[in-house]
């Protein structure tokens, strides 16, 4: 099979390693990674969620955090600090400098970001073909109302700084309207077998994917199946703060409120198929009325076999939608 999914970082990563191991070794897996998390700290390009899906398949991940690098050391953000010189919210390792040292000279080069992310995933070996939605630079900005005043801030500081503990009264993906699909996404959803939205942020993360020119339309058209996994299980995020930017866009906590967000393709949507939890079995009902075919499944990412499991669910359903 050809599969082709749209993923952020730690759920999109963890899944996909489950999906990895669910497969047999003719199968290819094209992975189109989310950019709008992206920074520039220090004068280096960072890309948290190219990275997490790169570090998590190749066997360089921190497992408890689920982003960074195992066994890391933090010499340099310390003396950064003792130098004054910030910022020292944001998280970066001895381990993980050299990698963004090593994207943002080979950018400075000419290179553009996906043969960056390829080169990088030389060392990795992910064994799946990991492309960045664009190289374009796309950011997704939060606008929020504190003791500043409204300001727009980017995505990184609305939830690394702040831990999205303020209201984000709207999301925007900064640059989006002008970039293009990076060289292969677009081929690769329409050569798939599958497309599938694994248990990513539906709006910060494969939604920001979604935004750039030409990817949305191609998901609708794909000749493929199109089956998503619910990141809601029992009306709460399994990871991360989602219900914060969910509310920003008007889309109640829950699984069957993201299905309906994603929306059928019989109806001009994206979905053929979606699964929600089995604590959500209630919602199968209210899902396939909306047109989408539904199956409550066990959906928490407890090891590679679970997650495996659920990789195996979706295939089935992707299965019974396609017959």
């Known amino acids: 099979m050809r599969i082709t999914a749209l993923a952020g970082g730690i ?5 996909l390693r489950g999906l990895r191991a669910a497969l047999g070794p003719e199968d290819r897996i094209t992975v189109i990674g989310n950019t709008g998390d992206d920074i520039h700290l220090h004068g280096l390009k960072v890309c948290p969620d190219l990275d997490t899906v790169m570090y998590t398949l190749g066997g360089g991940i921190h497992e408890e955090q689920g982003w ?26 001895d381990r993980d400098f050299a990698t963004h040292i090593v994207r943002t000279r080979m950018l400075a080069a000419g290179y553009p970001l996906s043969a960056v992310t390829e080169a990088l995933c030389d060392r990795w070996q992910p064994g799946v073909r990991l492309l960045p939605m664009s190289d374009d630079r796309v950011e997704t900005h939060v606008r929020i109302t504190d003791a500043d005043g409204s300001r727009v801030v980017h995505f ?11 209201e984000a009264e709207a999301i925007v993906s900064v640059g989006a309207e002008d970039a293009k699909p990076a060289p292969g996404v677009l081929e690769a959803i329409a050569e798939a077998d599958l497309v ?29 199946p199109v ?3 619910s990141p809601i299980v029992g009306g709460a995020p399994v990871r991360g703060m989602a219900d914060r ?21 019989r109806d001009g949507g994206l979905l053929d198929g979606w699964l929600v939890d089995s604590s959500d079995a209630a ?36 299965a019974e939608v396609s017959a």
């Open 227 to 229: 089956v998503g996994l």
């Open 196 to 224: 599938l939205l694994p248990p990513s942020n539906p709006v910060v993360s494969i939604g920001t994917i979604l935004t750039v020119p030409g990817i949305r339309a191609a998901v609708a058209a794909a000749a493929a």
């Open 68 to 93: 960074g690098r195992a066994d890391e050391t933090w010499s340099i953000k310390e003396e950064l600090k003792a130098y004054g010189v910030g910022p020292d919210w944001f998280g970066l390792g």
């Open 245 to 265: 930017v969910l509310a920003a866009v008007g889309v109640e906590t829950g699984a069957a409120a993201v299905a309906r967000h994603y929306g059928s393709r």
């Open 283 to 318: 919602a199968v009902d209210e899902v396939e009325a909306a047109g989408i075919a539904c199956r409550a499944v066990p959906l928490l990412m407890s090891s590679v076999e679970a997650t495996a499991e659920m990789a195996r669910a979706a295939l089935a359903l992707a």
């Open 156 to 166: 990184q500081e609305y939830w690394v700084r702040l831990h999205a503990a303020v």
């Open 11 to 15: 759920g999109g990563a963890r899944f």
